[in-house]
């Protein structure tokens, strides 16, 4: 079964999720099952070569908890956020079933690091291993037209979303950047996601909070594309 890297309802539910449930309260996350080699023939890196590449400090945030590497179907954030989109209405169908970006293999390597500031800020860092020509379809993958609005409910608590996608960039080898704000009750906070394509590999930044803003994602995803490549061959 494969599984699609971000809906839009993902980038303003799940990834908010993603930066608090690294290990769901201590229950840690099933373990890897081919960290040794590449799950997928073609996508050249294994998870623990991954795990390697990821960030191991971001100036002004903590480490949240351990990195976590392994198939991607069998990480816990990925399973919360599965679960998380089964409780989520929203008030365009359309938008629910828009994916934004060809299906992940659920065997695909994947790693996974969580940093948090004090501000309520928080950063996830994932990088997949991946074939250029998926990592290209990612990042060309656009927001439909009709989706920059919309509202979800998670039980009785109704959210409004505004999307903003700004034009291709240029960070790694290609990227992508789209930014969510959400409006619930008297709260508002955001979402700055960056996708970008490496060597062999797709790296995604999520930068959530009230204070959130594209310039520091991407600061981020530049970060994280220079230590990805000084570490895979």
């Known amino acids: ?9 993902a980038l303003v539910l799940a990834f908010p999720l993603l930066t608090a449930c690294g290990d769901d309260g201590g229950t840690r996350s099933e ?21 390697q590449a990821l960030l191991t400090e971001l100036p002004g945030y903590q480490r949240a908890g351990e990195t976590d590497a392994g198939e991607y179907g069998t990480r816990k954030a990925i399973q919360n956020f599965e679960q998380l989109q089964r409780q989520v209405r929203v ?37 997949l291993a991946m074939d250029d020509e998926t990592t290209e379809k990612h990042v060309k993958a656009r927001v439909p037209a009709g989706c920059q609005t919309f509202r979800a409910q998670v039980g009785s608590q109704w959210s409004e979303h505004t999307v903003v996608e700004r034009p291709p960039g240029t960070l790694g080898e290609g990227s992508r950047t789209v930014g969510v704000s959400t409006t619930t009750g008297a709260s508002n ?33 530049r970060l994280a594309d220079e230590q990805a490549r000084r570490i895979l061959p």
């Open 91 to 127: 008030d365009n169908p359309r938008c629910r079933r828009a994916a934004a970006g060809p299906e992940i293999d659920r065997a695909t390597p994947v790693a996974i690091a969580m940093f948090t500031r004090g501000n309520g800020q928080t950063v996830t860092e994932t990088l």
């Open 189 to 221: 906070t955001k979402t700055w996601y960056v996708v970008l394509r490496g060597r062999r590999y797709l790296a995604t930044i999520s930068l959530y909070g009230p204070a959130a803003t594209r310039t520091e994602a991407e600061q981020i995803a």
């Open 31 to 51: 373990p890897a099952r081919a960290t040794g080699r590449a799950a997928l023939a073609g996508t050249g890196y294994t998870s623990d070569q991954l795990r």
């Open 1 to 9: 079964m494969a599984h699609r890297l971000f809906p839009i309802t």
